[in-house]
């Protein structure tokens, strides 16, 4: 496995090379930590609607940039505010014509979304903002019950 640079750069994923150009790039010393998850997210889904990301932006004063959240789902709320999704933990998805997933619980954000994930300029407002304002919650975490290709413009239906 590989890492690709955005100049271009390519190394094994484990080598020193790896750590030296995140080091060059923040100006600071890091340690990577490998983990048999591939992230620190505690469920396959990660859900955010685009009414939350725009709405936290508006609050930070900061452009929408919904990948600061890394999310697998963006969604467009038709009907509800932003941090809707909040409310649907407990409940059960589906998406498209086949694709069901249960919310399990409310995203507690960390400092991840202070790092734009292209340029990793930081805005720790977004992240003052979301502890201070929102009880440091900003999206949801699902787990698929049952698996389906999703496709941009698919709708998305809470089940009864």
Same mark, same amino acid.
């Given at each position: 496995?590989?890492?690709?640079?955005?100049?271009?750069?390519?190394? =094994?994923?484990?080598?020193?090379?790896?750590?030296? &150009?995140?080091?060059?790039?923040?100006?600071?010393?890091?340690?990577?930590?490998? @983990?048999?998850?591939?992230?620190?997210?505690? *469920?396959?889904?990660?859900?955010?609607?685009?009414?939350?990301?725009?709405?936290?932006?508006?609050?930070?004063?900061?452009? &929408?940039? =919904?990948?600061?959240?890394? =999310?697998?789902?963006?969604?467009?709320?038709?009907?509800? &505010? *932003?941090?809707?999704?909040?409310?649907?933990?407990?409940?059960?998805?589906?998406?498209?014509?086949?694709?069901?997933? &249960?919310?399990?619980?409310?995203?507690?954000?960390?400092?991840?979304?202070?790092?734009?994930?292209?340029?990793?300029?930081?805005?720790?407002?977004?992240?003052?903002?979301?502890?201070?304002?929102?009880?440091?919650?900003?999206?949801?975490?699902?787990?698929?019950?049952?698996?389906?290709?999703?496709?941009?413009? @698919?709708?998305?239906?809470?089940? @009864?």
């Amino acid at each position: 496995m590989t890492v690709t640079t955005p100049a271009g750069e390519r190394w =094994p994923v484990a080598s020193n090379e790896v750590r030296q &150009a995140i080091e060059k790039r923040l100006g600071k010393p890091v340690f990577l930590l490998r @983990d048999y998850r591939g992230s620190f997210d505690v *469920a396959n889904v990660s859900l955010i609607s685009e009414q939350t990301v725009q709405g936290i932006a508006e609050e930070s004063q900061t452009e &929408a940039n =919904p990948w600061r959240f890394r =999310p697998n789902l963006l969604v467009n709320l038709e009907v509800g &505010a *932003a941090f809707e999704e909040l409310k649907w933990v407990g409940q059960v998805l589906r998406i498209g014509d086949k694709a069901r997933i &249960a919310v399990t619980e409310v995203d507690e954000r960390c400092g991840m979304i202070t790092l734009d994930p292209t340029t990793s300029e930081q805005a720790p407002q977004i992240l003052k903002c979301v502890v201070q304002q929102h009880n440091k919650c900003a999206g949801v975490y699902a787990t698929v019950l049952t698996a389906g290709e999703v496709h941009t413009g @698919d709708g998305i239906h809470l089940e @009864d």
